[in-house]
């Protein structure tokens, strides 16, 4: 069973740093992309990024190119979104998903991290 | 690069049919077949309920269909039911291995 494991809720100060991660089981970790999808609150779905474990091959959406590194260690099947300042702005959920093909359909969803960013 | 762009809303009565528009350009929808739909349920994660534009996964209901006219996509639930009623996302392949979301619909059952 393909499942995406998620690291827990986190409540961080502006200016902070942050990594959350994301285990991936079930299936070959190194033959999809994994990425990850932000939800405001209230808001809509944001397509972040996704990366290739097997290659590091990593994309990123427009709106957030350089402000997040996106990355895999494959040899333990997880992956991780990191910020090294987080905002006030950044308070948001964050859902890891699994990438079928090249076409990209999201076909597996984590559960979803709760990142909460105030002073 | 713009989100899709979807109603806000969109409502019907149980049984009958409705359809959410998702509107890209000639460098994402227009380009490929190949758009997604996602049902969201408040507090939930969300589900893929169309694929490849009209591609329905195993377990999802022959109620929903997807189609693509040009850089417009569109989603129709026939038979509504009250459990139709949630957030609805389109998500469009928009080339170099990129994907880009729609503003999201809220259904309401009415």
């Known amino acids: 069973e393909v499942q995406l494991e998620q690291s827990g809720a986190e409540v961080k100060k502006p200016g902070e740093s942050l990594k959350i991660s994301c285990k991936g089981s079930?299936?070959?970790?190194?033959?999809?992309?994994i990425g990850w999808v932000r939800q405001m609150p209230g808001k809509g779905l944001e397509w972040m990024g996704i990366?290739?474990?097997?290659?590091?091959?990593?994309r990123y959406g427009p709106s957030f190119q350089g402000q997040v590194n996106i990355s895999a260690d494959k040899s333990i099947s997880i992956a991780y979104l990191q910020w090294s300042s987080l905002k006030a702005s950044d308070t948001a959920m964050y859902y890891c998903?699994?990438?079928?093909?090249?076409?990209?359909?999201?076909?597996?969803w984590g559960q979803g991290t709760l990142v909460t960013v105030s002073s | 690069q713009s989100a899709l762009t979807q109603p806000a809303s969109v409502s019907g009565s149980p049984g009958q049919s409705i359809t959410i528009s998702c509107t890209g350009t000639s460098s994402d929808v227009g380009s490929y077949n190949l758009v997604s739909w996602y049902q969201q349920h408040p507090g939930e994660v969300p589900k893929l309920m169309i694929y490849?534009?009209?591609k329905r996964p195993s377990g999802v209901s022959n109620r929903f269909s997807g189609s693509k006219s040009g850089n417009t996509a569109s989603l129709t639930i026939s038979g509504l039911q009250a459990e139709d009623e949630a957030d609805y996302y389109c998500?469009?392949?928009?080339?170099?291995?990129?994907?880009?979301f729609g503003g999201g619909t809220r259904l309401t059952v009415l």
């Open positions: 079930g299936y070959s970790f190194t033959k999809y992309w």
């Open positions: 490849e534009g009209n």
């Open positions: 998903a699994r990438f079928r093909g090249w076409e990209l359909v999201i076909d597996y």
């Open positions: 998500c469009s392949y928009a080339g170099s291995s990129t994907l880009i």
């Open positions: 990366i290739y474990p097997g290659d590091s091959d990593t």
